[in-house]
């Protein structure tokens, strides 16, 4: 019984190991992407620095470490631009249009 259960564990370790490694892939907008629209830059994990930043928006500006990261890639605002997650485009954070609802 017991090597039923490791021989479990392990496959379903491997296996989702495997699916992982599938998503090679540009992320923007929450969709795989070929290219980044013109005003983003492309920013890839080197997967030698043991964290990965998390995008900077409208609503959160502070960088903030979110994970562990190996062969990621999506669309980033140019530094010290920022995301405004509803319309898609990069504003300073002083002319965010969503900031001025707050």
């Known amino acids: 019984m017991l090597q039923w259960v490791i021989q479990f564990l392990w496959l379903s370790v491997v296996l989702s190991y495997k699916n992982h490694l599938i998503t090679n892939c540009l992320w923007h907008n929450n969709t795989c992407v070929d290219e980044c629209p013109e005003w983003m830059v492309m920013k890839k994990s080197d997967c030698k620095q043991a964290y ?3 995008q900077q928006t409208c609503e959160r500006p502070e960088p903030a470490l979110i994970d562990v990261s190996c062969g990621f890639a999506r669309c980033d605002c140019p530094e010290p631009m920022v995301l405004d997650t509803y319309s898609g485009y990069c504003y300073d954070i002083d002319n965010c249009p969503t ?3 707050e």
Do not use: G, S
């Open 99 to 101: 900031r001025h609802f």
């Open 52 to 54: 990965w930043i998390a």
